[in-house]
């Protein structure tokens, strides 16, 4: 069962039944839901009685599984057009077979057609503008202004999506609790953090509320997560056991108790040695 938790009026966070979050943004006027989780649940049922009627666009924060899979209840999805080829992989068959294993050993329930189930084509969404000398695109819900920021990182067209009226900004998996930066599309580590942090100094934010956990965080948590991986701690970052084919690592920036997985070799590369 999807539960929906009230974060500001017109700003609901949404987890599926295998913990991963959505955030449901609504002004006067139109309703944007920001991800749409496993497919475990019909986020569709879930977001209706919610939004009153009101215009929705879907807009995936990128290409993962995890964000995507529940597409399959939408006509209409969009996407950053450089992730494109992760959503083609990651609604395909082995992918869905390795969540359909996942949720049972969960005890979470999946649809009958959940492996055959068609998501549609996403499309493209234009981000016309700049920030931060980024691609973006202001959206007007009625009364709520959002900024949607292209921020490549976990992946290179992972969207944020920044609420200007609560100066409160939409992570998706560019930042968690634990990030992870070792999938095969996802940008070296330096980058990410010089990315991360332009944002960071070009917006006023004061909140962050991320995809993999259900509570808002403080603006300076991600700040200074991301700061205290510096070249020399992701340097002496130690072995984890993740994919045998990278060479995967984990650093920890002082006092948070907070994790960053990444692909050690992007960084050596990217740094140089």
Same mark, same amino acid.
């Given at each position: 069962m999807i539960r929906v938790q009230s974060i500001f009026p017109g700003i609901d966070h949404l987890t599926d039944g295998m913990g991963?979050?959505?955030? /449901?943004l609504q002004g006067t006027e139109r309703a944007l839901l920001f991800d749409t989780?496993?497919?475990? !649940?019909?986020?569709?049922?879930?977001?209706? #009685?919610?939004? %009153?009627?009101?215009? /929705?666009?879907?807009?995936?924060? %990128?290409? %993962?599984h995890d964000h995507i899979l529940g597409s399959r209840w939408f006509s209409r999805v969009f996407?950053?057009?450089?992730?494109? =080829? !992760?959503?083609?992989?990651?609604?395909?068959? =082995?992918?869905?077979e390795k969540v359909a294993a996942q949720a049972a050993a969960k005890g979470v329930g999946l649809p009958a057609d959940f492996l055959t189930a068609p998501c549609p084509g996403p499309e493209a969404f234009l981000l016309p503008d700049r920030t931060a000398g980024f691609p973006s695109r202001q959206l007007d819900l009625g009364g709520l202004d959002l900024l949607v920021i292209q921020v490549p990182g976990h992946t290179p067209g992972s969207l944020m999506v920044y609420v200007e009226q609560r100066q409160l900004l939409l992570t998706a998996d560019n930042w968690n609790p634990c990030t992870w930066l070792w999938f095969p599309s996802a940008v070296p580590a330096p980058v990410w953090r010089e990315n991360m942090l332009k944002v960071l100094d070009a917006l006023p934010v004061q909140q962050v509320l991320c995809s993999h956990h259900s509570a808002l965080w403080d603006g300076e948590v991600p700040r200074r997560f991301i700061a205290g991986l510096t070249d020399s701690r992701l340097a002496l970052?130690? =072995?984890?056991?993740?994919? =045998?084919?990278?060479?995967?690592?984990?650093?920890? #920036?002082?006092? !948070?108790?907070?994790?960053?997985?990444f692909d050690y070799s992007k960084f050596r590369s990217c740094a140089g040695a």
């Open positions: 991963v979050c959505m955030t /449901l989780g496993y497919g475990t !649940e019909d986020v569709r049922q879930a977001v209706a #009685p919610l939004i %009153h009627g009101k215009e /929705l666009t879907v807009l995936l924060s %990128h290409g %993962h996407l950053a057009r450089e992730d494109f =080829p !992760e959503y083609r992989l990651r609604t395909g068959l =082995p992918q869905r970052a130690v =072995p984890v056991s993740l994919d =045998p084919s990278v060479d995967t690592r984990q650093a920890s #920036p002082d006092g !948070e108790g907070m994790v960053f997985v």
